[in-house]
């Protein structure tokens, strides 16, 4: 099944709402978890693999000619948590700073004691902007906020550094590239502001794209004739990774290729960079019994048996992050042998058919993703057609998270 990342934005980006990181645990080899899990041993769990996140920041590093790397982080660290993934990507070099979208995801970065710089990508009111400041946080600026920014800015008794945004045809947010004069001109002049950088995205239309570029180098440039330094220039997430390497500029923006994920099927073949999933969703089987020929299973009877067979029921559902799409063509690893998910997806459950002998047992572990060939959240996202960013940021945010 052909997927991308457009035809799902196309259909909408749920988002969820992090209300709590779920904290590291200790990997243990046994089904139990750790004294104080509130977890039942057969719980979903998500798996954060630590040495796949530095391989793919020293890929990402060397396609970018060393660069300086911002890791775009939001969205609860693309479901792995965003202070996981920030303390375990603050000590590479390759890495400048993180980007993020909510406001509580930034401060919790700085509650964490991260240290590197931090870009808020999502709105603010003046009373966030004052306490992001206050914190280190570099908001990302559009509008006309000058005279907020010489209040806080006298306040705190220091200049507030930040970026500037250019729309140059996503439409989404950023300054219009066309009416951008004014008002980069305006913050510019002010003694509180200090423009540490300069950035846009692309709508990942190869050939719109190209002209995206050049509208923000041609802006970009008029301003520096006129003086203005706008500091570090940046475009390319993961998508311009592969496509357009012109477009890497003084620092590059990605989140998935960090993970380890091909944002686009097409690129896993392309052997531009080889990037290792850095995130599995596992948990065990809870119960295998044997339907009879003509037997039903899921709501609706939305499976029916040919013959008798046997399935295998998973404490994974559409509340923890296993998209309903999984149902039509997912397959689950139990055992190493992939099975495919039938019936319907439901809230906390989905079921696998085994076959006509007995495999599997209650206890067994099973893989809904992870690093191995044939498993990869990108296999996943050919065989039911679920995009790849679904799969990592609809993690359920209270899984528990382990890094290994
Ligand atoms: C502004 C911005 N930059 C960079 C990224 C990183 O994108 P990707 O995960 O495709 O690399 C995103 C994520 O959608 C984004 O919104």
């Known amino acids: 099944m052909k997927s991308s990342r457009r035809s799902f934005l196309k259909t909408g980006l749920a988002l969820p709402v992090v209300l ?10 046994s089904v139990s978890e750790s004294p104080d899990s509130k977890d039942s041993s057969f719980d979903p769990w998500v798996e ?21 790397i911002l890791a775009v982080i939001k969205n609860n660290g693309y479901g792995m948590g965003v202070t996981n993934i920030a303390s375990l990507l603050e000590p590479q070099p390759e890495i400048f700073g993180f980007a993020v979208v909510k ?23 003046e009373k966030n902007l004052e306490d992001a400041v206050a914190r280190n946080i570099m908001p990302m600026i559009y509008t006309p906020l000058g005279p907020a920014l010489d209040k806080i800015a006298t306040r705190m008794q220091k200049p507030i550094p930040l970026h500037l945004c250019i729309d140059t045809g996503i439409g989404r947010v950023g300054v219009p590239y066309h009416q951008a004069a004014p008002l980069v001109r305006d913050l510019a ?18 050939e719109f794209d190209k002209e995206q570029l050049r509208r923000f180098t041609e802006t970009c440039a008029a301003f520096e004739k006129e003086g203005i330094a706008l500091g570090k220039k940046h475009a390319a ?28 099927n097409q690129f896993r073949g392309s052997g531009i960079m080889d990037l290792r999933p850095a995130i599995s969703l596992k948990a065990r089987v809870i119960y295998a019994k044997k339907l009879r020929k003509g037997d039903g299973a899921g709501y609706n009877r939305a499976y029916l ?19 309903r799409v999984a149902a039509k063509g997912a397959k689950v690893k139990i055992n190493g042998e992939l099975f495919p998910v039938i019936a319907s997806v439901s809230a906390s459950h989905c ?45 359920n945010p209270l899984l528990p998270r382990r890094i290994l």
């Open 20 to 29: 709590k990181t779920a904290p590291a645990l200790a990997v243990t080899s």
């Open 48 to 68: 954060i693999h630590k040495e796949n996140l530095r391989h793919n920041v020293q890929e990402i590093s060397r396609r970018v000619a060393a660069r300086p």
């Open 103 to 125: 406001f509580h995801e930034a401060m919790s970065l700085r509650d964490a004691g991260l240290r590197k710089p931090v870009l808020l990508l999502g709105p603010f009111d």
């Open 189 to 206: 002049a002010r003694k509180s502001v200090q423009v540490q950088g300069a950035m846009m995205t692309f709508t990942e239309d190869p």
């Open 237 to 264: 997430s993961s998508f311009s990774l592969f496509q357009h390497p012109d477009s890497f500029l003084d620092m590059v923006r990605p989140g998935m290729a960090i993970y380890g994920i091909y944002s686009e």
């Open 305 to 323: 048996a040919k013959d008798d067979v046997w399935v295998a029921t998973l404490p994974v559902g559409h509340a923890d992050g296993w998209p």
């Open 351 to 395: 079921i696998v058919e085994v076959g006509s002998e007995e495999k599997i047992k209650i206890g067994d572990l099973a893989t809904f993703f992870d690093g191995q060939p044939g498993s990869r959240p990108e296999d996943v996202s050919e065989s039911c057609g679920a995009s790849v960013y679904d799969l990592t940021m609809h993690l």
